[in-house]
Structure formats: structure tokens, C-alpha cells
């Protein structure tokens, strides 16, 4: 790893008409901090009831974080496992227990295309710079990684990595989510979270991914507000993703 500046990136995952609102009170709170820049993982079409290309409140609100340097990043199509059944004890596992909402786990490479394909159409439609996918709950299935190596995108990631595009290198970018639907499952996240923080600590970055259900409760959403004003106040700069995977290839030119 390179010696750059110490980052922290703030992701909000799920970003759609009906999640949203969710968000608002928790954006309005570190827009109050100061110039934060934050990546948004926005969904075309959640749940196939939210399509942001006929809202034009949407619309609007993200051209506002873009105007304040925020990212938008492409994140699924519906954000939904659409693809029939499972048949495998590990595919149930994966589709049905470990998630519902894995929609590019089973895609094949021309449905992976299309999907994609139908993402970045939208985005240039709405005018909206593109540079990262990433695929819901993290998973690809091979055909999405394949076409990911052909389509113009200059990243996507896993939980703990960024990978480059279309070579998928992958950068150490460590992250902390919580599951918060629950009051026990709260209370563990926030167990685990302190833990990572004091493991990630000498990090180059640190990735906060966090989801509409965490703005719901006041535990959650208090623990992200303040472990992002700890980790400026401990001397990391909030970033975007595209920007921070700018300043790691940089930085690696800059040493060869
Ligand atoms: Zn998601």
C-alpha cells in the first residue's frame, strides 16, 4: 500500500424514491459538519416499484448531492433476486438465508449485460457521471464479472476490497455494516463495529456502508454520526469513492 493521506469513505447503500426520505435527516446532519462528500449507491428501479427515470423529486435531490461533490455510483438494477428458484443447497443458502436481495448472484452474462447495460443508459440519460457498480449484497455471479471487464466502469467492490476495472485489482478498503433490524442484532453491530474501528485504525481508508434500516433507529443512526465525526476528527478526510480510487492510482504511478 501506498502512503497517502488517511481517508474515510461514507457510503449510503440503497438509495431509491422510497428510501430516501430515510436518509434525508441523517444527510441534513453531516451536511451541518461541513463540505463531507459522500458516495450514494442508487438503484434504478427498487423492488421494481421505485423508477428514478419519471421522478423528478428523486432527480432533483441527487443533482443537489452531485452540485456538493457528492458520488453516484450504480448499485443493481432492482435490487431484487428476480431469477427463478434455487436448486442447490448452497444457492438456497446464498438466495434465500444469507439474502433476497442478491440480483446479480444468478445473472448469466447477457442478462448481467442487459441489466447493466440499462443502468449506464440511465445514468448518461440523467446526465449523471458514472465510475462505479456495485452489485447488491456483493455478489456477481462469473457472467457479471466477465462483462465487467467490458463495460466503462472504473471500479466495484466487495466488503473488505475495491477492485479496479476491467483488471479487477484489488485495493485493501476495509469496511464497517451494521444489521440493525433488530435491537439484539443493533447492539452486536455496535460490539463489532467498535472493534473493527479499533482494528482499522492505522487503515489507509475506512469504508462506512450504510443502509436506510440503520437511519430507523436512533442507536444506529447516533453511532454513524459520531464514528464519522471521530474518524475526521482523528485526521481522516472524507472522500468519495471514485476520488479516493483516484488518489490510490496516483499514488502508485507517482512510486513507479
Ligand atoms: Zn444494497
Known amino acids: 500500500m501506498v502512503e497517502t493521506e488517511r ?7 440503497d438509495v431509491s424514491p422510497e428510501t430516501w426520505p430515510d436518509y434525508q435527516p441523517f444527510v441534513e446532519a453531516v451536511d ?10 442508487v438503484v434504478p428501479d427498487f423492488h421494481k416499484r421505485n423508477p428514478i427515470v419519471t421522478d423528478a423529486w428523486f ?7 452531485l452540485g456538493r461533490g457528492d458520488e453516484l455510483a450504480l448499485h443493481g438494477y432492482y435490487h431484487c ?10 444457492d438456497y443458502f446464498m438466495r434465500r438465508i444469507f439474502t433476497w436481495e442478491g440480483e446479480f448472484y444468478s445473472l448469466d452474462r447477457d442478462q448481467a449485460l442487459t441489466r447493466l447495460h440499462a443502468g449506464i443508459q440511465l445514468f448518461a440519460r440523467l446526465d449523471w457521471p458514472l465510475h462505479g457498480f456495485v452489485a447488491p449484497a456483493w455478489l456477481m455471479s462469473p457472467g457479471t464479472r466477465e462483462v465487467l471487464r467490458e463495460l466503462p466502469f472504473s471500479y466495484t467492490s466487495d466488503p473488505q476490497h475495491l477492485f479496479t ?8 478498503a476495509p469496511g464497517i455494516v451494521w444489521s ?8 452486536v453491530s455496535k460490539l ?3 472493534r473493527l474501528e479499533q482494528k482499522f485504525q492505522t487503515a489507509p481508508t475506512i469504508r462506512l456502508g450504510l443502509h436506510p434500516v440503520d437511519m430507523r433507529h436512533s442507536f444506529s443512526r447516533n453511532y454513524w454520526l459520531q464514528l ?7 485526521g481522516r478526510t472524507p472522500m468519495t469513492k471514485a476520488d479516493w480510487l483516484t488518489t490510490q492510482l496516483t499514488a502508485v504511478r507517482n512510486a513507479a
Open 165 to 172: 476495472l476491467p483488471d479487477f485489482n484489488p485495493i485493501d
Open 228 to 234: 464519522l465525526q471521530r474518524l475526521i476528527v482523528n
Open 32 to 41: 451541518a459538519l461541513g463540505a463531507i462528500a459522500m458516495t450514494l449507491l
Open 81 to 90: 433476486d428476480d431469477s427463478p428458484a434455487p436448486r442447490t443447497p448452497r
Open 7 to 13: 481517508s474515510v469513505l461514507l457510503v449510503l447503500h
Open 180 to 187: 440493525a433490524r433488530s435491537a439484539w442484532r443493533r447492539g
Open 59 to 65: 432527480q432533483q435531490e441527487m443533482e443537489r448531492r
Open 192 to 194: 463489532v463495529g467498535d
